[in-house]
Every structure is written in structure tokens, then in C-alpha cells.
């Protein structure tokens, strides 16, 4: 696995926590691969019925 460094709003990393706290995930760090795999795949599918999401600038 690549190492990457993010910055992130707080408000979204205090979410993170609060999965990993009640056990949603494992760690910040799954809980984050798993957000970008949804990303891909929500790719993968637009590309595949020709739309396009635009990206929310947050």
C-alpha cells in the first residue's frame, strides 16, 4: 500500500471518528479506502450509463 496525506475538514474527520468509534469501521484509515472504493465504483458506473456527477467542491 501507498502512503498518501490528506487534509481534511475537521468536521468530516470528527464523522470519521465517530464510525470507528461505534464500530463501523475498523480504523480512520478503512474507513477512508472504503470511501474512496465507493468513489470508483460510483465512477466506474456513471461511465458506464454515459453520466457524469460533478464534483462537489466541500
Known amino acids: 500500500m501507498e502512503r498518501v496525506t490528506l487534509r481534511i475538514p475537521k468536521q468530516q474527520i470528527e464523522e470519521v471518528e465517530r464510525m470507528v468509534d461505534t464500530g463501523e469501521f475498523p480504523n480512520r484509515s478503512e474507513a477512508i479506502r472504503s470511501a474512496v472504493r465507493e468513489m470508483i465504483n460510483e465512477q466506474a458506473e456513471e461511465h458506464e450509463d454515459g453520466k457524469r456527477r460533478p ?4
Open 55 to 58: 464534483w462537489a467542491k466541500v
